[in-house]
């Protein structure tokens, strides 16, 4: 049987299996709240800027298409006649 780990060991070690731990960005002096929490803060500000971007990438991603199909449905009409 396995022993069970102190959850501040497994902060500190940044474990894969515990949930509440993220393996980058812990460092030793995770000990104190204080920078617990700074670093939670950061991290959940990091993840908003990542968040921004892909959906600004999205928008513009999403309006290059727009435009594609307009141009396609243009240039099908020309031989047409119609205009």
């Known amino acids: 049987m396995g022993h069970r ?5 497994r902060r500190r070690k ?4 515990d949930v509440n731990v993220r393996r980058k960005g812990v460092s030793k002096d995770t000990k104190s709240t204080e920078n617990r929490e700074e670093r ?7 993840l908003r800027r990542e968040e921004t971007k892909t959906m ?7 309006e290059v298409r727009k435009e594609n199909r ?4 243009q240039k099908r009409h020309r031989g047409c006649g119609i205009e």
Not at 5 to 9: I, N, V, W
Not at 40 to 46: H, K, L, Q, S, Y
Not at 70 to 73: A, D, L, M, R, V
Request: aromatic share 4%.
């Open 70 to 73: 307009e141009e396609e449905k």
């Open 40 to 46: 939670r803060e950061v991290i959940t500000d990091e």
């Open 56 to 62: 600004k990438e999205k928008r513009e991603i999403t």
């Open 5 to 9: 780990r102190s959850k501040e060991r």
């Open 14 to 17: 940044g474990y894969m299996s």
